[in-house]
Structure formats: C-alpha cells, structure tokens
C-alpha cells in the first residue's frame, strides 16, 4: 500500500469515497470541490492523501490548517477535515497509515498540533480516534438558527 498525494486523475475514486463519507452532499457539489481543488482556487482541504494498492484507491484523507481548534494550544493546528477508508480495506491498517501520513504532512507544514472531530454518535469513529493516540478535549452541541425567517415575520 502507498500513501501519496492525490492528482487530478484520482478524482473519480476520490469523488466516490467522498460520497461514502458525505452522502448528504450531491455528487455534482463534491465533484465541484475536488475541480476546484485541483485548480488551485480552494482554500480547504490544503492537501488531499490517498492510500492505494495495486491501481486502486482504498482511502482518503483531507487536511488543513487551522488557527483555532478546542483543546490545542497553538494557532497553526494540522486538522484531519475528512478521513475515510472503503468498507473492504477496513480493518487492515489503512486508516492507521492516513493519519500517519497526514500527522507527518502536519509536522511539514510547522504543525506541533494535530486536531480531529467525529460526530457524538458515530462510535465507530470515536473508537478509532483514540485507537491511533488521539485524545478527547471536549464533546459539542452545535446550535444554527435561521435568521431569514425571524426577517420575513411582520
């Protein structure tokens, strides 16, 4: 298995695993992210890593940088943005070697800090976060209110 980066011609493969991870996203809007991150013009992810064996992509990482992340001390964080590996490739270390590699592409970028999130109740990836060393800092209730709404009432 390689860890490398991804090039153009991994969109398709990255568009699927992307999928698989962000269903409730469109494909035509990942597919606009992956174009617009191949022409230089996004902003986040700043690096996208692939695991591939023989030809065939088995998982994905997207990194930045951010300058606040909860419970980090400094403002130059490496952030795992998404982290994903086909359901077939589970389960034999592929995800352990994305986030190595994505921790070193961190430490490359100046980064003594590296930061993730997973949703409260995905269990599945709570358990493999600490499995790979990560610690928990803080758990989260995100809040959002429509303010168009509160504008349209008389």
């Not at 230089?40 to 992340?69: D, T």
């Not at 077939?88 to 994505?102: F, T, Y």
Request: overall charge negative.
């Amino acid at each position: 298995m390689d860890i490398r980066p991804a090039t153009p011609k991994d969109s398709d493969s990255w568009l699927t695993m992307r999928l698989g991870l962000w269903p409730e996203g469109s494909a035509a809007d990942h597919r606009r992210d992956i174009d617009r991150y191949f022409s230089g013009r996004s902003h986040e992810p700043r690096e996208v890593l692939l695991a591939v064996e023989r030809g065939q992509a088995l998982g994905f990482v997207e990194l930045s940088i951010r300058n606040i992340v909860d419970g980090c001390d400094t403002d130059h964080v490496g952030y795992l943005e998404g982290w994903f590996v086909a359901p077939e490739a589970r389960r034999r270390g592929v995800g352990g070697a994305l986030v190595r590699a994505a921790e070193a592409w961190a430490v490359s970028q100046g980064c003594s800090e590296f930061g993730s999130d997973a949703l409260i109740d995905n269990t599945v990836s709570l358990a493999a976060h600490k499995a790979l060393g990560f610690e928990e800092t803080s758990r989260v209730c995100t809040f959002r209110k429509d303010l168009k709404q509160r504008a349209d009432d008389p």
